[in-house]
């Protein structure tokens, strides 16, 4: 829950449920963690996931600290860091990411799998995260392949063809 509860303030999205207390609900859609954020910060090629539950700690142990310097009194029933409220998880985060932190790099990590999870569905395929309706790849409009499962650029973006193909290229665009 508390890295669900993280991801979420990176990038927010919608609740799962009546009794989701991880995501907070203050947008709609899938944010984060409806991306699978935590997924991927389980994938052994992220190099995170031998430290999560350190992680997570870390951010109760600070959410404990927090709750504490300003005076909450947080639901017991859930994790620290899930049970403070949106405003007091964004408030934290930014302490956590600020320049200067002791532990920024731990935090601007793991930050940065919610954000790759959300922006490129990056513990799936692109083509299963589109087929499956992917929160972050749909919102950006992300263009799914063409029948055969090639993306193929009709337009180019800048107006032009910046260089030739390679003449070994494959068919499906593979250097040699």
Known sequence: ??????ADTIIPG???????????GEVSGGGAVASGAVEL????????AGTLDSLAEGLNEHARHYTARIGLDPDPTV???VALAFADRVALAQELLAPGHPEQELWVALAMFSAMAWDTGAHMSTSDALASGHPGLTSM????????????????SYGRALAAIHPRTTPR???Q
């Open 14 to 24: 919608e609740k799962r449920g009546p009794t989701d207390r991880a995501v907070a």
């Open 1 to 6: 829950m508390t890295l669900e509860a993280y």
């Open 41 to 48: 910060m389980l994938t052994p090629e992220g190099g995170l």
């Open 141 to 156: 409009g992300f263009m799914p392949p063409e029948p055969d499962g090639v993306w193929r650029f009709p337009r180019f």
């Open 173 to 175: 665009g593979d250097p």
């Open 79 to 81: 994790p620290p860091f």
